[in-house]
């Protein structure tokens, strides 16, 4: 017997079952999808959709030459231009089955345009100032920028804020937006532990990070024994704090990410196209943090292609299908503190939902989960937020009644 949800008129899941389980308003659309998956939309824990524009035009292999390039990119933007490309980014995600993003940016581009479409998510204000006399006047453009996005925001849309990463940010700006994000309510992210070189730059200011600070007559702050050393030392991990990318951590690093009670998100393809390394999955899982997926932009992956990120996961820590594809939904969803909201097809969760096309005859449910892993964009069938369809598959597929 095939499954039935209904949806009420809020975007909210209203009841889920079999057919002889769920009502059927005499007033109700029904979408019939036979042969295929219902999952709860993916949750992209980190993207960066501001940059779509720039999917494969920075080949640099080099992190800190690819990191200028962006950097050049961005200059050379107009408000406009990054506005276009948000756009382009959301209607991406949903053509991948992703419902929910935690994005980071310093254009505000991706709040509006999320809004604007009535998609959901986290978008993050990069906080940016490496000087230490200029973190005060670079809080105040972070504080602006968030009053006038939550402001225009969308009502699935929340606004936080991100130091962007110890190369980037004054130890002084770390305490000040950290407190900013604390004292308003705002979600609070950051990159840390991502590079080798950025390890350097913190534990003997070394590196090309470092000679990058020397030449501009930055001053270097002490040494930590890690990024995520430096982080807890500055107070800014705890468990509104969402840790992106940590792939350089070690055993006690990942100790302090837990009785912090920080939450993880690896983006393993961007990781191995910067030569970064792989993080340590496993070891976090264990350890019992909230762990979910990002993609990164498709400045470093090409695509917002979030199941081949799971794949390369669940090779990394050894999980079973069924494990993997919970990472991709109630594992972000825990994450961004979202759990029972998103990421799962309760009732009272939004109706935020893909419908994958299955192969034939139906495989068992375990079949299933290794076949949903292996999907291809092609397959899906069908993206909901809220309820509303947001991207259809061309014809083929779905049986509309």
Not at 90 to 97: C, F, L, P
Not at 136 to 159: H, K, M, N, Q, S
Not at 262 to 282: E, F, K, L, M, Y
Not at 315 to 323: H, I, K, Q, Y
Request: aromatic residues 4%; hydrophobic residues 45%.
């Amino acid at each position: 017997m095939g499954g039935v949800l209904l949806t009420d008129s809020a975007g909210r899941i209203a009841a889920v079952g079999t057919d002889d389980q769920v009502p059927r308003p005499e007033d109700a659309v029904v979408r019939r999808f036979p042969g295929a998956a219902l999952l709860p939309g993916f949750v992209n824990a980190h993207t960066h959709l501001e940059l779509t524009g720039l999917a494969g035009q920075i080949a640099e292999p080099d992190f800190i030459d690819w990191i200028l390039h962006i950097r050049r990119a961005k200059d050379a933007a107009t408000p406009e231009t990054f506005c276009d490309w948000a756009r382009a980014g959301v209607r991406d995600t949903w053509r991948h089955g992703i419902t929910t993003v935690a994005d980071t940016g310093t254009s505000g581009a991706v709040a509006l345009a999320l809004s604007e479409l009535g998609g959901a998510g986290i978008v993050y204000q990069e906080a940016i100032a490496p000087e230490p006399d200029r973190a005060a006047a670079a809080l105040a453009g972070v504080r602006d920028a968030v009053e006038r996005l939550c402001a225009a925001a969308g009502p699935r849309v929340t606004i936080g804020v991100s130091p962007h990463a110890p190369y980037t940010v004054s130890p002084a700006l770390y305490r000040a937006a950290a407190a900013y994000a604390r004292e308003a309510g705002l979600p609070l992210a950051g990159h840390i532990a991502e590079s080798p070189a950025e390890s350097a730059f913190v534990r003997a200011g070394a590196g090309p990070f470092a000679d990058g600070w020397r030449r501009r007559g930055i001053p270097l702050g002490p040494p930590a024994r890690s990024p995520i050393e430096l982080l807890a030392e500055l107070g800014v991990l705890g468990p509104d704090f969402l840790a992106i990318h940590a792939v350089q951590a070690d055993a006690a690093d990942c100790a302090t990410l837990a009785e912090t009670g920080c939450a993880v998100v690896v983006c393993p393809r961007s990781n191995r196209r910067h030569g970064h390394g792989a993080p340590p999955v496993a070891a976090y899982l264990s350890a019992g943090l909230r762990v979910g997926l990002g993609t990164d932009s498709v400045a470093s992956v090409g695509a917002l292609d979030l199941l081949a990120d799971a794949r390369e996961v669940r090779l990394l820590a050894g999980l079973s299908a069924e494990d993997t594809l919970r990472l991709l939904t109630v594992g972000g969803a825990r994450c961004l503190g979202r759990e029972g909201e998103i990421g799962t097809l309760a009732a009272g969760a939004w109706a935020d939902l893909a419908v994958w096309r299955l192969p034939l005859p139906p495989p068992t449910p375990d079949l299933a989960a290794e076949a949903l892993l292996l999907a291809r964009r092609t397959d899906l069938l069908a993206t909901f937020v809220s309820g509303r369809p947001v991207y259809e598959a061309p014809t083929e597929g779905a049986d509309r009644g």
